[in-house]
């Protein structure tokens, strides 16, 4: 398993120290959760933030973008450092302009949706995704409790996936502990993210360790 800390879950006073922490204790990428008060009730950090955090960190940035008409905003994130962004299908009407917009800046494409999308959703578009993240909450805040009856999407975004000879990640997002990491893992997902359960453990490098093995 993958393992993609959140850093929405970080002391934010000393955000360059904890990105470092995480960085070095062995992330696979680091999640950069960006709200912007319309899309989700809950405003969080915007590209400036990740500009000035990128040459911290090796570790490849998964820019996950809760916002309206995510395609406004494509290059400012590609210049802050972005190597993924991820967007969510109920904030635009222009998915496939946005999904080749991201490409074309070299950047990997991924699609999102919230529990109440139907996963099918995301299938026309899967040839041209590097990712789907499932939602396992509400998007918006950090510390929520996991929603086990999202698990059958992950199951089909793989089925779907091999039945079209596609290699496609799979992420799931909210509330990810090692309790519900193997429920992800028995369902198929590649790249768990995880903010609360990795920067509140006390020692965040073995939680990260204890992930990737499940
Ligand atoms: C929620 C964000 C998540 C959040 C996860 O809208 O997309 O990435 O940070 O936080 P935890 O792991 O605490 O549920
Ligand atoms: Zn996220």
């Known amino acids: 398993m993958k393992i993609a800390p959140s850093m929405l879950a970080c002391d934010y006073v000393k955000m360059g120290e904890e990105l470092r922490r995480v960085s070095e204790g062995g992330s696979d990428y680091i999640h950069l ?7 989700v009730p809950n405003i969080s950090f915007g590209p400036g933030v990740i500009k000035a955090l990128r040459p911290i ?5 998964d820019v996950h973008l809760m916002i309206d008409r995510p395609h406004r905003y494509l290059r400012e994130f590609a ?6 962004i991820t967007f969510h299908i109920e904030a635009e009407d222009k998915v496939e302009e946005t999904i080749a917009a991201i ?3 070299g950047i990997r494409p ?3 949706v919230k529990p109440a999308t139907p996963i099918e959703k995301v299938f026309p578009y899967l040839d041209k995704l590097f990712l ?21 999407k992950v199951r ?4 779907e996936a091999a039945r079209r000879g596609l290699e496609i990640q799979v992420q799931v997002d909210g509330g990810i502990n090692e309790t ?3 429920l992800c893992a028995a369902a198929g997902a590649d790249i768990c993210v995880a903010g609360t359960s990795v920067f509140r453990a006390p020692d965040a490098a073995q939680m990260i360790r204890r992930l990737q093995q499940c």
């Open 110 to 112: 991924g699609l999102s």
């Open 33 to 39: 959760d960006v709200m912007d008060g319309c899309f």
């Open 103 to 105: 490409a074309a800046l």
């Open 180 to 182: 519900t990491a193997p």
């Open 132 to 152: 789907v993240l499932v939602m396992t909450v509400e998007p918006g805040f950090g510390g929520q409790t996991f929603m086990e009856d999202m698990l059958p």
């Open 79 to 84: 210049d802050a450092g972005a190597d993924m």
């Open 57 to 61: 960190s090796k570790v490849p940035f």
């Open 156 to 159: 089909a975004v793989k089925e």
